[in-house]
């Protein structure tokens, strides 16, 4: 067992390429073929990170199910080739990490893969001072921002889009 980020034993972390330790109780969220967990380094607790865990066995019951929804809809598509699909979409989701830095958007860390697993190790996004994940949750809670924020979080946004079209992306 290695110990948690708050000191205490945890019987469901992971130590990757023994320096990142990822919690596995600790869901942060996930997506169509990815769970993303709380990590740290395993010398520093204090640094945590967000880990995507892409499970290959699940990769490939993902790639299972978008071959029978492309024989339902006449798209006919070889296993391989969608397997190669996604994996190319990972690749490049690595890749535009190491080439991407902005504030506004959530910064690449390191990249590893075990036989089970693909492990994408990213900043994870502080909270607002107002303890609010994104921004829908905060105008979920506080109502329509006031016009001030709503400009700083306008050009915030304007200003990563900007690079991320500058990046062909």
Same mark, same amino acid.
């Given at each position: 067992?290695?110990?948690?980020?708050?000191?205490?034993?945890?019987?469901?972390?992971?130590?990757?390429?023994?320096?990142?330790?990822?919690?596995?109780?600790?869901?942060?969220?996930?997506?169509?073929?990815?769970?993303?967990?709380?990590?740290?380094?395993?010398?520093?607790?204090?640094?945590?990170?967000?880990?995507?865990?892409?499970?290959?066995?699940?990769?490939?019951?993902?790639?299972?199910?978008?071959?029978?929804?492309?024989?339902?809809?006449?798209?006919?598509?070889?296993?391989?080739?969608?397997?190669?699909?996604? *994996? %190319?979409?990972?690749?490049?989701?690595? +890749?535009?990490?190491?080439? !991407?830095?902005?504030?506004? /958007? =959530?910064?690449?860390?390191?990249?590893?893969?075990?036989?089970?697993?693909?492990?994408?190790?990213?900043?994870?996004?502080?909270?607002?001072?107002?303890?609010?994940?994104?921004?829908?949750?905060? *105008? %979920?809670?506080?109502?329509?921002?006031? +016009?001030?924020?709503?400009? !700083?979080?306008?050009?915030? /946004? =304007?200003?990563?889009?900007?690079?991320?079209?500058?990046?062909?992306?």
């Amino acid at each position: 067992d290695i110990e948690s980020a708050d000191g205490s034993e945890s019987k469901n972390t992971k130590l990757i390429d023994s320096k990142f330790v990822v919690d596995m109780n600790q869901r942060l969220g996930g997506g169509s073929y990815s769970q993303v967990y709380t990590s740290w380094l395993r010398n520093n607790p204090t640094q945590q990170f967000a880990c995507k865990v892409i499970s290959k066995k699940d990769l490939d019951l993902q790639v299972t199910s978008i071959q029978i929804d492309l024989q339902e809809s006449r798209q006919i598509g070889g296993e391989n080739e969608i397997k190669q699909y996604i *994996i %190319k979409r990972i690749k490049t989701e690595v +890749e535009i990490g190491h080439k !991407i830095k902005h504030p506004n /958007i =959530v910064q690449f860390v390191y990249f590893t893969e075990t036989g089970s697993n693909i492990y994408i190790f990213m900043e994870n996004a502080k909270r607002t001072s107002l303890q609010f994940s994104n921004l829908e949750e905060l *105008i %979920k809670h506080q109502g329509p921002l006031p +016009e001030q924020q709503a400009l !700083i979080v306008f050009r915030d /946004i =304007v200003n990563a889009a900007c690079l991320l079209y500058d990046h062909n992306i």
